[in-house]
């Protein structure tokens, strides 16, 4: 399963464990690099919320809390488009064109 969450994150995971990954480019060729594991998916979603915020170019309070509020409306969309996904396959409405 590979869940995008924007053009620099996505989750990836295997039969034992979740992993978040980090795009980057080497050589010119972009890859998804395996930069943390976890065995359970929310403390993926809360490491995940803390590296973006921490990552963000705020300078004051107030930039980190617009920081924070970009963030998770980020992780919020990207995980309610693959749950609306999940919920299609599920119910058989998706068809060949998606």
């Keep these: 399963m590979k869940l995008p969450i924007d053009e620099q994150y996505r989750i990836s995971s295997d039969a034992n464990q979740w992993i978040l990954q980090k ?5 010119g060729v972009q890859e998804w690099e395996s930069i943390a594991f976890y065995t359970d998916f929310y403390p993926l979603v809360k490491s995940l919320t803390n590296r ?28 309610t488009v693959q749950e609306e996904a999940l919920r299609e396959l599920n119910t058989g409405r998706v068809t060949d064109e998606h």
């Design 23 to 27: 795009s980057r480019t080497r050589k």
């Design 52 to 79: 973006m915020v921490r990552e963000s170019d705020a300078t004051t309070l107030t930039d980190a809390l617009a920081a924070i509020e970009n963030v998770t409306t980020t992780i919020s969309q990207a995980l």
